[in-house]
């Protein structure tokens, strides 16, 4: 049996599957678009077409002021905002009834306002509420000015079709906007929280988050080496931005003490060494007079004046001697490294006593403010140095409280990272595999960490020392040699400074 030849659609069904396939096609990209700046002239652009119009306009409902607020419409510059009811498009809005006027010059509810301020000459439109799921009128599209004649019944009825995708798409986009703004604003209340908590390092995490996006940025321009295909996605830098302004959150469970502490003694203790000294002097005040007493006694009166003055000249020397080792004593309290020697002074000192109230010797230095001014290296003892290095626990098990979009789900994994060392020096895992994004990271904080001004119990060490610092990390094996090497020749610092990403 011959099967019968497709009969050929009429020219009218022919146009109207092409364009409601169209809107089928269009659905999809918009539910695929979530940046409500793309999406809003995708829509327009569509409508356009789809009706046969010279230009449209997009409008959406704002309940909370009663106005629609189009972002953006054809022939516009700029904002527009009207209150509902005002205008066609207003009126749309308050009534969820289509407005199709094949004449605007004689229709009394059209402002021709528009038309004189802009020198647009408007002769037919067609203006349809747009619906969400639920009905309810969530915004308008207005098209004006039919390209062969007037709008038809059919023209309403796709652009309502259009209209509701649309409704869907925008409310989708705006409850992702509402999210990032939740996100940015808890972001951004978290940095809060840890610059109070640590006032000395205020813009830390800015910095570090503004140079690591930046050299992330900057690989996108490389033809050659292990990252010339690496490629990051606008998500995938806010994801390394949320981790980079995050990374040091976990210093809200470090003792405030520990962290803030600019010198080896804490000031508490520094106080009691120096009334402890304050002690000695009237020690040595007090044993003078005794000696100059015990001397009248013996040699007589006659020779007050003598004894006078080889009094005050042991008794100035003595102080003298007191001083001295107090100033060593506050040397050794400032985080540099000591002269050859001087910790062996300080043992030598531990033997030094006072008498007190009662005529008890006492040590005028007490073991641990011994241990604690010998510290080799900044102001923290091993214990304290372990409790700041727990902050990096802290954060991860922090943000991995946080539900995270599926985008941004690998924030705590990035900061987690962040002090680990190529070579597996790092830590708090000691780990060699360490995600690019947390490399970038690490290179950014010891940079920040170097030049940083706001640093009490350090000076701020001039852009090429911290370079070489880096340099001499990269060439040991701790930090990415490769990811150096742009941080260096793309003046990754200068970059995220002037706030330029360009290279």
């Given at each position: 049996m011959l099967s019968q030849p497709a009969q050929p659609q009429p020219p009218d069904l022919g146009r109207r599957l092409a364009k409601l396939t169209s809107i089928l096609d269009v659905a999809k990209a918009m539910s695929a678009e979530h940046d409500l700046d793309l999406l809003l002239p995708l829509i327009l652009f569509e409508a356009t077409k789809v009706v046969e119009a010279d230009r449209c306009s997009l409008f959406i409902l704002d309940r909370e002021r009663n106005e629609l607020w189009s972002k953006v419409a054809q022939g516009s510059k700029s904002e527009i905002r009207l209150p509902v009811g005002s205008g066609i498009a207003g009126q749309v809005a308050q009534t969820g009834t289509v407005i199709n006027i094949p004449d605007a010059y004689s229709d009394p509810r059209f402002n021709r306002s528009f038309d004189v301020s802009s020198g647009y000459q408007t002769k037919t439109i067609l203006c349809v509420p747009m619906r969400d799921a639920h009905g309810e009128v969530t915004g308008v599209i207005q098209a004006l000015n039919k390209l062969d004649g007037g709008f038809n019944a059919e023209d309403e009825e796709l652009l309502l079709a259009l209209g509701a995708q649309a409704a869907g798409a925008i409310e989708n986009a705006l409850l992702h906007e509402e999210i990032n703004r939740l996100f940015e604003g808890f972001v951004s209340a978290s940095v809060v929280a840890i610059e109070a908590r640590d006032p000395t390092t205020a813009g830390h995490s800015g910095r570090v988050a503004d140079l690591t996006v930046t050299m992330a940025q900057a690989l996108e321009h490389l033809t050659t080496g292990p990252y010339a295909n690496v490629r990051f996605s606008a998500v995938e830098l806010q994801e390394l931005r949320y981790a980079s302004l995050l990374h040091d959150f976990g210093k809200v469970g470090v003792r405030e003490p520990v962290l803030v502490k600019a010198e080896k003694l804490y000031p508490h203790e520094l106080e009691g060494l120096r009334a402890r000294?304050?002690?000695?002097?009237?020690?040595?005040?007090?044993?003078?007079?005794?000696?100059?007493?015990?001397?009248?006694?013996?040699?007589?009166?006659?020779?007050?004046?003598?004894?006078?003055?080889?009094?005050?000249?042991?008794?100035?020397?003595?102080?003298?001697?007191?001083?001295?080792?107090?100033?060593?004593?506050?040397?050794?309290?400032?985080?540099?490294?000591?002269?050859?020697?001087?910790?062996?002074?300080?043992?030598?000192?531990?033997?030094?006593?006072?008498?007190?109230?009662?005529?008890?010797?006492?040590?005028?230095?007490?073991?641990?403010?011994?241990?604690?001014?010998?510290?080799?290296?900044?102001?923290?003892?091993?214990?304290?140095?372990?409790?700041?290095?727990?902050?990096?626990?802290?954060?991860?098990?922090?943000?991995?409280?946080?539900?995270?979009?599926?985008?941004?789900?690998?924030?705590?994994?990035?900061?987690?990272?962040?002090?680990?060392?190529?070579?597996?020096?790092?830590?708090?895992?000691?780990?060699?595999?360490?995600?690019?994004?947390?490399?970038?990271?690490?290179?950014?904080?010891?940079?920040?960490?170097?030049?940083?001004?706001?640093?009490?119990?350090?000076?701020a060490v001039p852009h090429t020392l911290a370079l070489d610092i880096l340099k001499r990390e990269a060439d040991s094996g701790q930090l990415d040699k490769e990811l150096f090497t742009v941080f260096v020749e793309a003046e990754i610092p200068r970059r995220a400074l002037h706030g330029n990403k360009a290279p």
């Open positions: 000294f304050q002690l000695a002097r009237k020690d040595l005040q007090l044993q003078s007079y005794r000696r100059r007493l015990e001397a009248v006694r013996i040699r007589g009166d006659r020779f007050l004046a003598e004894i006078e003055g080889e009094e005050n000249e042991r008794l100035t020397t003595e102080l003298k001697k007191l001083d001295e080792v107090f100033d060593f004593i506050l040397t050794c309290n400032r985080p540099t490294v000591l002269a050859q020697g001087g910790f062996e002074r300080l043992h030598e000192l531990g033997k030094l006593q006072y008498s007190d109230a009662h005529d008890q010797a006492q040590p005028l230095l007490l073991p641990r403010e011994i241990q604690s001014l010998s510290i080799t290296r900044g102001t923290l003892s091993p214990e304290e140095r372990r409790e700041i290095e727990s902050h990096v626990e802290h954060t991860y098990r922090f943000l991995t409280q946080i539900p995270w979009t599926r985008t941004l789900r690998r924030v705590p994994e990035i900061a987690y990272a962040h002090h680990e060392k190529l070579d597996g020096t790092g830590y708090p895992r000691a780990e060699k595999a360490i995600p690019v994004q947390s490399r970038m990271m690490s290179i950014s904080d010891i940079y920040d960490a170097l030049t940083a001004s706001d640093r009490p119990y350090k000076k």
